[in-house]
């Protein structure tokens, strides 16, 4: 059996206390704007609500039910883009999906993902990208249409 790299052994930790100790999953009872998106290859849901105001995202809640990486993914979001423009929300999306595409980023798209980097380990398991790209799926929809 081979052993954990750091990074693996980070990676787990980050999404194992973003599942147990999910961020931001309180329902809002004022927002702007909501959508709930699903996986029905494996019954993941993610609900995505924001309250924008003067188009920054002043508050958010991820809720949902399914497997650690898209729940953890979705608290990750949470911390991402609360207090960002939504043009800014925008970037972090197409940044996130070109990290999990396994396409060259530079330091500044990096640093704006923050830790939601650490959903990048995924890539190893293609089969799981889906999972971990729900909430930002949900996050698109909204952006989208807002």
């Not at 999404?15 to 999910?22: A, E, Q, S, V």
């Amino acid at each position: 059996m081979r052993e954990l790299s750091d990074f693996d052994e980070m990676y787990q930790e980050v999404i194992i206390d973003h599942y147990k100790n999910p961020r931001n999953k309180a329902k809002l009872t004022n927002f702007t704007e909501e959508t709930l998106s699903h996986n029905p290859f494996c019954g993941d849901e993610i609900e995505l609500q924001l309250l924008i105001e003067d188009g920054v995202i002043s508050n958010v809640s991820v809720d949902g039910r399914g497997c650690a990486i898209s729940q953890s993914s979705g608290s990750l979001l949470s911390e991402t883009i609360l207090g960002k423009t939504i043009d800014q929300a925008k970037i972090d999306n197409n940044s996130m999906r070109s990290l999990l595409k396994d396409e060259d980023l530079d330091d500044k798209h990096l640093d704006s993902l923050a830790d939601s980097t650490m959903i990048e380990g995924v890539k190893k398991f293609p089969v799981r990208i889906k999972c971990a790209l729900l909430s930002w799926s949900a996050l698109s929809d909204i952006l989208n249409n807002y």
